[in-house]
């Protein structure tokens, strides 16, 4: 027994163990991906991991249901180590009750297990056809509303039936084919061996123009398609040109269907090419005997097979939505192989084209596709490595004709206007290459961006709780829109596939990654409130990347309004008394301990809270060694955190320095600012030399000052300095000191702007010219006076100046003096001998 105990505490620890993540890479998922991330396999054999019910839990027990959205089965136990049944485990080893299913474990697995719901039609995924830049569409050529039309199922996408002649191309057998002349167009060709295809009833020698793209097909058997063998030259020369947008009638072959999604679309060409390689292609201006002699010689070794599309066929009468659920991974086997030698052209002229093709039955039918599984067929065939190299050919002959135009000088609007759609096409085939880079780095399938498996988050981050008995349960809002597409799954698997149905299923998994995207109607909850989706729970301020991950609330950490401190110092910070107990109690305790003032840390605690006075002596001394970090967001350059000197003040707002809060990017209306402190020696000695707001006086970016007085400073001081004309008290009272003036300010003798006389006998400087006196008065004893405008001299009878008199304010007065202090702090600070403050040093003290 006790040998059990033991393995079940191991067992327990090791499950409880973290995992450490060095990193998160976020990516497309593939259907197999998602199956093998939610579905398990127990030891008993069964499969689980499928969502077969929509059903939550019950209401009045909160049990979850077999087989819905809370299942035990798939989601993991309600309580740790017990079962559906109410069993716990009977030995050490058992890992699943027999009866229910359901595993034995933690309950916190809940949190992290994935389920998953199998689609009847597949849903493209509204991030990437929706977007600010729609990838899908971006990624085949196509423009946006058509693969939004053709996704919801308002338009069809239309193909081309391309026939197979096996007999044709066979040299030895010589069987007459019926060609419809009305449908079959010509190249500029005159060959001696066409006398060989029988039964044809216009003139081949006849020159036609090459007006329309053509398609060239070559049939290889299936023992030469797997063993990598190419069609013998001879039956090249039996090789017909067909117009995609006609048909070929044939009475006893089938047609496959093919899209050409591995192409360009060409702007207005007036030339047309002949693709031989990815990389090369050859004129149809030229002698076409050349191209067949090219063509028809035997392969070397160093030729590259063309072959732009992937190796795969879709055959024509299969035009169904539904998926298979059992074969849905598999690839056909491949009888044939297609070569397109024509003028690179996208899909986007087989949209709105109905073509019709004869089946062997001898109806004409439309082969036409709409819902997300014509987009997945249309991203399956899409061949990233063959395409990356014609997009690159295109843009070289994009940027030549664009080069060529702009050369020109004066355009006519005609050659402007093709000159921009030019420069527009450049600019979406660079997206499109871009695309098709980053699909091959990250090494996913374009076919990922649709979804045939859509994984079910696990039950406790969509939790439904029940406050009382009385009350009805708190659902979250993804469990209702997982309820919606399990409902219109259901339909869709349970009627015949229609368009309506296939729309519904969409819209559903559309309000689940991101409700009232694009424009789209938003799902509402009965009352009219809009449900939260995915990307609502992510996204935003309150999501949960920038709520709960990146802002997270950390220990010796507090937040409050920022106020002005005119009083304060650079370096200094007011910090309410509440927020200082609580940021520096674990220091507190330690002194109170020390000094032996408390014995153990609840007498210490009841000491701070009753606040007693010796708590803030104590306090006051911790806070000079403590420095405070100070944040406001957004951080977005390294002085959105700077360090201060804490001074503890009354009231529950942080003081701060009005000069620092350029750096901050920060005001007075209602800004919060974090205080967080250092606890290191390490920290607190970075804090001191890097980050201290005394030592970051340059801005990093530019080099120029951050801390330059602007709005009420400058407007202080302009108003301290100002003169005012008009008259006021103790106007030309004469004073022989600044004590003097402030003793007389005090005493409401003189105002603030009283214009007035005061002794100085210091340098003066008033302007940059030599001014002359305005009026000379001498007395009868020789000593005279000079005037001027702002101030007066007198000499006696030797001329020895005797004193001198400034005409100044009040306001004035107090600005030198201001100036006066700082500069005997500068001098105490750095030292008076100091170079670079000898030639300042002189001016700061002159009244001006």
């Known amino acids: 027994m006790k040998y059990e105990q033991n393995q079940e505490n191991f067992v327990k620890q090791n499950e409880n163990r973290r995992i450490s993540i060095e990193s998160i890479e976020i990516g497309l998922a593939s259907p197999k991906q998602i199956k093998k991330w939610a579905q398990r396999i127990l030891p008993n054999g069964k499969k689980i991991g499928q969502v077969t019910n929509p059903e939550t839990v019950h209401y009045n027990t909160l049990k979850p249901i077999k087989g819905g959205l809370f299942c035990e089965r798939i989601f993991g136990p309600v309580k740790d180590f017990e079962c559906s049944c109410g069993k716990k485990k009977s030995y050490p080893s058992q890992k699943f009750c027999a009866e229910c299913d359901v595993e034995f474990t933690w309950s916190r697995v809940r949190r992290h297990r994935l ?44 193909g081309t039936g391309v026939e197979n002649w096996p007999e044709v191309f066979q040299y030895e057998e010589k069987q007459s084919t019926q060609v419809n002349s009305d449908h079959l167009s010509l190249i500029p060709l005159k060959l001696s061996n066409y006398n060989k295809v029988k039964n044809i009833d216009t003139d081949l020698t006849d020159q036609v123009e090459l007006n329309s793209p053509k398609n060239l097909q070559v049939d290889v058997s299936p023992s030469q398609a797997g063993s990598g063998h190419r069609t013998p030259s001879s039956v090249l020369k039996k090789i017909k040109f067909i117009d995609p947008s006609q048909s070929v009638q044939d009475n006893e072959k089938h047609s496959d269907f093919n899209l050409k999604v591995n192409s360009i679309k060409h702007l207005n060409q007036e030339k047309h090419y002949f693709p031989i390689l990815p990389t090369s292609v050859w004129k149809s201006n030229d002698d076409i005997n050349d191209f067949l002699k090219y063509i028809t010689v035997p392969p070397q070794e160093q030729d590259i097979p063309i072959s732009l599309c992937t190796p795969q066929s879709v055959l024509g009468t299969d035009f169904s939505n539904k998926i298979d659920t059992e074969h849905q991974y598999e690839v056909p086997v491949v009888s044939h192989r297609q070569l397109f030698v024509s003028e690179p052209k996208i899909l986007n002229n087989l949209e709105s084209v ?62 402007y206007r093709f000159l ?13 290459l871009k695309l098709l880079t980053a699909f091959q780095r990250t090494k996913a399938l374009p076919e990922w961006m649709v979804l045939s498996i859509l994984p079910v988050l696990p039950p406790e981050l969509r939790p439904i709780l029940k406050l009382d008995k009385n009350s009805p349960p708190l659902v979250n809002d993804l469990n209702r829109l997982y309820r919606l597409i399990f409902f219109r799954n259901m339909r869709l698997l349970k009627t015949e596939p229609a368009p309506y149905d296939q729309r519904l299923l969409q819209e559903a998994v559309d309000a689940l990654i991101e409700n009232g995207k694009g424009g789209s109607k938003p799902v509402c909850t009965p009352d009219g409130r809009q449900v939260k989706s995915l990307s609502d729970i992510l996204k935003g301020k309150k999501g949960r990347f920038r709520q709960n991950l990146l802002g997270k609330r950390v220990d010796y950490s507090g937040r409050s309004v920022i106020v002005v401190g005119p009083n304060l110092k650079l370096h200094e910070c007011g910090l309410p008394k509440e927020m200082a107990i609580e940021l520096f109690q674990p220091f507190l305790v330690r002194q109170l301990m020390v000094k032996k003032i408390a014995g153990t840390i609840v007498t210490a605690k009841s000491l701070i809270q009753e606040q007693n006075p010796i708590i803030w002596e104590l306090l006051q001394q911790i806070m000079q060694r403590h420095p405070v970090l100070l944040n406001r967001a957004p951080t977005l350059h390294r002085l959105g955190i700077q360090a201060f000197q804490p001074k503890l003040v009354n009231g529950r707002a942080i003081l701060l320095h009005p000069l620092v809060c350029s750096a901050f990017n920060a005001d007075f209306d209602g800004d919060q600012m974090a205080v967080h402190v250092p606890l290191s020696f390490q920290a607190r000695a970075e804090a001191w030399k890097l980050m201290w707001s005394r030592n970051n006086l340059l801005s990093p970016a530019t080099g120029q000052p951050i801390l330059i007085p602007s709005q009420d400073m400058v407007l202080g001081c302009y108003y301290l300095t100002t003169n005012n004309i008009k008259p006021h008290r103790g106007m030309g009272y004469y004073f022989s000191n600044f004590e003097d003036v402030l003793k007389a300010y005090y005493q409401k003798k003189i105002d603030i702007h009283s214009p007035i006389w005061v002794k100085c006998t210091t340098f003066i400087e008033n302007s940059n010219d030599y001014e002359k006196p305005l009026e000379i008065q001498i007395n009868c004893e020789g000593s005279f006076t000079k005037i001027y405008s702002k101030h007066k001299r007198n000499f006696d009878e030797n001329r020895k100046q005797i004193s001198q008199f400034v005409r100044t304010t009040t306001g004035r007065v107090f600005f030198n003096l201001v100036l006066s202090s700082s500069r005997y702090t500068l001098e105490h600070m750095i030292g008076a001998e100091k170079p670079m403050l000898g030639t300042g040093k002189k001016h700061i003290g002159r009244i001006r």
């Open 420 to 432: 921009q759609r030019l420069r527009k096409k450049r600019s979406q085939t660079y997206r499109r």
């Open 354 to 415: 109905p073509t019709h093709l004869t089946i062997n039955n001898g109806i004409n039918k439309t082969l036409a596709n709409t819902g997300a599984e014509a987009v997945r067929k249309l991203l399956i065939q899409l061949n990233i490595y063959e395409l990356k190299p014609l997009l690159k050919e295109y843009l070289e002959d994009l940027e030549e004709q664009i080069l060529t135009l702009e050369n020109q000088g004066f355009l006519l609007r005609p050659e």
């Open 115 to 158: 389920g998953f719901i199998q689609l009847a039609s597949p849903v493209t995924h509204i991030w990437y056809l929706r977007g600010r830049l729609s990838y899908i569409s971006s990624l085949l050529g196509m423009k946006r509303k058509h693969v939004e039309a053709i996704t919801y199922c308002t338009k069809k996408l239309n």
